[in-house]
């Protein structure tokens, strides 16, 4: 059970805006410990996508952003296209595990 | 172009043991900390241990500690993981990754390695 919780699944129309959410707690985001975001498509290695919150990589595209507020953090896709259908997992730092984590991941698809 | 590139991967029975290791290159690898990631088939990620840029400090997540260890040689521009009396939720994909193991992000991956172990 992971102590970062996303949904499982969102879906959304080409085009449309999708976010994916990331609940935390006191021990993790909410002490005010960052939180990066990773995109993986089937059979391949994560790829960072956003980090430090809100900061996209060179080469990102900017329909990509994230957000911070409380215990919770939120990654957003504008304009969602066919090749955003992947698996997202968010990340932070835990003071009570004393280590990293990751959320369990949530699958966006594309209708 | 950085690039980490895992091996050691296969086939284990249960209660065996497997060298991981993973070539690095790209980047001052000395200057890193390096991490390993793993990804049970289906699952999500895990962080399984990290290490200092010198090697001098070691962190495990607790389901491999005592059992495992990380190991790097700058000279090489290598990164090792060490994992005896395999268990079969130890099977999984491990990423190698320039990640810190706290408060950072991982910000390169390896293409991962495949460790099934059998019962």
């Known amino acids: 059970q992971s102590v970062l919780t996303q949904p499982p699944s969102v879906s959304g129309a080409p085009g449309q805006r999708v976010t994916v959410s990331c609940t935390g707690s006191?021990?993790?985001?909410?002490?005010?410990?960052?939180v990066h975001w990773y995109q993986q498509f089937p059979g391949t290695a994560p790829k960072l996508l956003i980090y430090?919150?809100?900061n996209r990589p060179s080469g990102v595209p900017d329909r990509f952003s994230g957000s911070k507020s409380g215990t919770s953090a939120s990654l957003a896709i504008t304009g969602l296209q066919a090749e955003d259908e992947a698996d997202y997992y968010c990340q932070s730092y835990d003071n009570s595990l004393k280590q990293g984590v990751f959320g369990a991941g949530t699958k966006v698809t594309v209708l | 172009e950085v690039q980490l590139v895992e091996s050691g991967g296969g086939l284990v029975q249960g209660g065996g043991s497997l060298r991981l290791s993973c070539a690095a290159s790209?980047?001052?690898?000395?200057?890193?900390?390096m991490s390993w990631v793993r990804q049970a088939p289906g699952k999500g990620l895990e962080w399984v241990a990290c290490i200092k840029e010198d090697g001098s400090e070691k962190y495990y997540v607790d389901s491999v500690k005592g059992r495992s260890t990380i190991s790097r040689d700058n000279a090489k521009n290598s990164l090792y993981l060490q994992i005896s009396s395999l268990r079969a939720e130890d099977t999984a994909v491990y990423y190698c990754?320039?990640?810190?193991?706290?408060?950072?992000?991982?910000?390169?991956w390896g293409q991962g390695t495949l460790v099934t172990v059998s019962s």
């Open positions: 790209g980047f001052t690898f000395s200057s890193y900390w």
């Open positions: 990754a320039r990640y810190c193991g706290g408060d950072c992000s991982a910000d390169y």
């Open positions: 006191s021990s993790n985001i909410g002490a005010g410990y960052d």
């Open positions: 430090k919150n809100n």
